[in-house]
């Protein structure tokens, strides 16, 4: 069985940073793409940074200059810092990724992981 696992958030204070690391493990022949979301109280969840397997990232507005989205491929891992950090930015941040595992293609997410920011 597949399985994400997101950790790193925490409580911070406006300004500062946070990094972000998601471990996938269990049958998996390759990862197509490996992206970090977000969802704040009362709003839907969004895109945050996407990364594909052969390194092209993409950002959302809202974070470009501030986060930066990474992976190591060898251990199936993907990575989020993040910086000048807002409050804006408190949210529940959830790994997702789209693999090819032994049961065919399949999109996992994680558990989610709390990032709170206060001023």
């Known amino acids: 069985q597949v399985q994400l696992v997101e950790s790193g958030g925490g409580l911070v204070q406006a300004g500062g940073s946070l990094r972000l690391s998601c471990a996938a493990s269990?049958?998996?022949?390759?990862?197509?793409?490996m992206g970090w979301y977000r969802q704040a109280p009362g709003k839907q969840r969004e895109v945050v940074a996407g990364i594909a397997s052969g390194g092209i990232t993409n950002y959302a507005d809202s974070v470009k200059g501030r986060f930066t989205i990474s992976r190591d491929n060898a251990k199936n891992m993907v990575y989020l810092q993040m910086s000048s950090l807002k409050p804006e930015d408190t949210a529940v941040y959830y790994c997702?990724?789209?693999?090819?595992?032994?049961?065919?293609?399949?999109?996992?997410w994680g558990q989610g992981t709390l990032v709170t920011v206060s001023s």
């Open positions: 997702g990724a789209r693999l090819l595992s032994q049961k065919g293609y399949l999109e996992v």
């Open positions: 269990g049958s998996i022949f390759s990862i197509n793409r």
